[in-house]
């Protein structure tokens, strides 16, 4: 439907978004057989640390909108870890996916639970409203993403057997459709 989509009433930016998105799209597409959500851990802290910091990059909506939405978002998080650990395959994930894994999940912690404190508003009551119903989501998802990297430490690490190695058609297939 998107590739469909007549883009000539769309603003430059707005076609350059469309492109990124059908790029991204086709190369989930190219990847699908590598069934990516069983091997790599990043795939879901990704999601809510990656959220995370874009809410605060991007000004689509005024900062507390962000925020408060981004609470509610980060209400989930115990839930995506949950799924990680329910669906990563120990067979499937390389260990060196775990070793960026037990790199860049830390600090995503750290940013939701220290991070982002420089980053909230707190000039008028909404805002500070915001904020009281962001931290708590953000300690929690914060807790979660702790408990995440026990876990690839301490229980997928030891059994990680699989490769990232997806063949020479998969890779020409990602090159062509993605980048």
Known sequence: KLEALDETPLFPAERVDRDLILAELRGERALRPFT????????????????????????????????????ERLGEAPAVIDAAKANLDPELVPPEWIDIALRSVPAGAAFLRDGVSALLPKTTSLERAAERAFRPAADA???????????????????????FAIGRDAVDAWLKEKE
């Open 141 to 163: 998802a914060a807790t979660a993403l702790e408990g995440y990297v026990d876990y690839l430490e301490h229980e997928l690490r030891p059994k990680a057997s699989g490769t």
């Open 36 to 71: 990516r959500w069983r091997r790599q851990p990043t795939l879901y802290s990704d999601t809510i640390t990656r959220g995370a910091y874009y809410a605060f990059l991007r000004e689509h909506a005024p900062l507390a909108e962000r925020v408060a939405t981004l609470a």
